[in-house]
């Protein structure tokens, strides 16, 4: 049997941001916590999101500590704050760590204890509170999936949250939440988009739907990143991009991810690795890895990135996807090696051994092992 599901509803366009707080009356709500980062906060991007909702009468509160990574101790003292002032609704205004940070606040506002003792999937007892999602970046999906990565900083873990209900009520792909986002974060979080796409398309949960997505994902920022990370005012381009992004995150909420997001985790447990970053150098290693067990579904990657492989072998039509993610990174300048993100060898053994418990392990199409998982870290270092 085959599932799909999709529960948020999404506006797109230049400018819908300022429909959040008659989305939001729309739903019942009153009081609104918007959680966000600092730095969100200092570019004025949250103006928009604020008068919206005072327009509509409903009152707001700001929570903006979110750092990347969001902690344990993150969410429970967003989680707190909503307890004690009753907030029934949570805006997250920012990239993945600030829609992570509202999920597992919306999950902590309605149930008590650890937001560790919810690792896993539907392991809380009461519906988490509504969130809606407003990405200032083109990468996590976060603002469609149904899960939320958080970091235990006393074990040096990532771990995730899962359950339908914690996927967000609405999400407001506007472009002009992303201009003013730096290059670096553009570059990041576009390859991290691919990543969710590819990896999506290739995974043994796939379904025709996943599929359909993760292809015309892979199609969009074939044709977009490109741009978006030369000019981020680019609207069409960071549209473009902001879509594919979702499109990625429906696709993958449904059907998992692989052994590039496995391993993507431990490294910003352990080193702080942005997420994006960890993917994008990971990539290409986790492609090669995986190639012969899915070949045309390869070749379709590459012709979605624009690759013409007519009159080739059916192994060399696919290893053009692979050439062409990698062209692809080093045309926006992503890096290319562990090393030069600090990562160092002598913790390999312990990565690997957290990577082999991720949940996107069983969907990856080609078995591993933690040594082949040592391994592919050693050739990315």
């Known amino acids: 049997?085959?599932?799909?599901?999709?529960?948020?509803?999404?506006?797109?366009?230049?400018?819908?941001?300022?429909?959040?707080?008659?989305?939001?009356?729309?739903?019942?709500?009153?009081?609104?916590?918007?959680?966000?980062?600092?730095?969100?906060?200092?570019?004025?991007?949250?103006?928009?999101?604020?008068?919206?909702?005072?327009?509509?009468?409903?009152?707001?509160?700001?929570?903006?500590?979110?750092?990347?990574?969001?902690?344990?101790?993150?969410?429970?003292?967003?989680?707190?704050?909503?307890?004690?002032?009753?907030?029934?609704?949570?805006?997250?205004?920012?990239?993945?760590?600030?829609?992570?940070?509202?999920?597992?606040?919306?999950?902590?506002?309605?149930?008590?204890?650890?937001?560790?003792?919810?690792?896993?999937?539907?392991?809380?007892?009461?519906?988490?509170?509504?969130?809606?999602?407003?990405?200032?970046?083109?990468?996590?999906?976060?603002?469609?999936?149904?899960?939320?990565?958080?970091?235990?900083?006393?074990?040096?873990?990532?771990?995730?949250?899962?359950?339908?209900?914690?996927?967000?009520?609405?999400?407001?792909?506007?472009?002009?939440?992303?201009?003013?986002?730096?290059?670096?974060?553009?570059?990041?979080?576009?390859?991290?988009?691919?990543?969710?796409?590819?990896?999506?398309?290739?995974?043994?949960?796939?379904?025709?739907?996943?599929?359909?997505?993760a292809i015309g994902a892979i199609k969009l920022i074939g044709a977009n990143l490109r741009q978006a990370v030369a000019n981020s005012e680019n609207f069409a381009a960071v549209g473009n991009m902001l879509i594919a992004a979702n499109l990625a995150g429906i696709a993958f909420g449904n059907s998992r991810l692989g052994i590039v997001h496995a391993m993507a985790l431990p490294l910003g447990a352990f080193f702080h690795v942005p997420h994006g970053i960890a993917n994008t150098v990971l990539l290409p290693y986790g492609l090669e890895f995986n190639l012969i067990a899915t070949p045309q579904k390869y070749v379709d990657i590459a012709s979605a990135m624009g690759e013409t492989t007519g009159g080739m072998s059916l192994m060399d039509a696919a290893e053009k996807a692979i050439e062409s993610v990698k062209k692809l990174g080093g045309d926006i300048g992503a890096p290319k090696n562990l090393k030069s993100l600090g990562v160092e060898a002598d913790m390999i053994s312990q990565m690997a051994a957290d990577a082999m418990k991720s949940s996107h392990i069983p969907a990856n199409p080609r078995k591993i092992s933690s040594k082949d998982v040592e391994e592919l870290y050693r050739k990315a270092l």
């Open 1 to 213: 049997m085959q599932i799909f599901y999709m529960p948020t509803k999404i506006l797109m366009g230049e400018g819908v941001t300022g429909k959040i707080g008659s989305e939001a009356k729309m739903i019942g709500a009153t009081t609104v916590l918007v959680v966000t980062d600092e730095g969100i906060r200092k570019a004025g991007l949250l103006e928009k999101v604020i008068l919206s909702l005072e327009d509509a009468g409903i009152e707001v509160d700001i929570f903006a500590e979110v750092t990347p990574d969001p902690t344990v101790k993150l969410v429970e003292k967003g989680a707190a704050i909503v307890k004690r002032k009753g907030h029934d609704l949570i805006i997250a205004v920012g990239g993945g760590s600030s829609i992570d940070a509202a999920k597992g606040v919306s999950v902590m506002a309605t149930n008590e204890g650890s937001i560790c003792d919810f690792e896993g999937v539907d392991k809380f007892t009461h519906k988490p509170l509504p969130v809606f999602a407003v990405p200032t970046t083109v990468g996590t999906g976060s603002e469609v999936t149904f899960g939320a990565v958080l970091t235990n900083t006393t074990r040096n873990y990532k771990f995730l949250v899962y359950g339908d209900s914690i996927a967000p009520r609405v999400a407001f792909l506007d472009p002009v939440m992303v201009s003013t986002a730096p290059t670096s974060v553009i570059i990041s979080t576009g390859m991290d988009a691919l990543t969710h796409a590819i990896e999506s398309y290739i995974s043994l949960r796939a379904t025709p739907q996943t599929e359909a997505l």
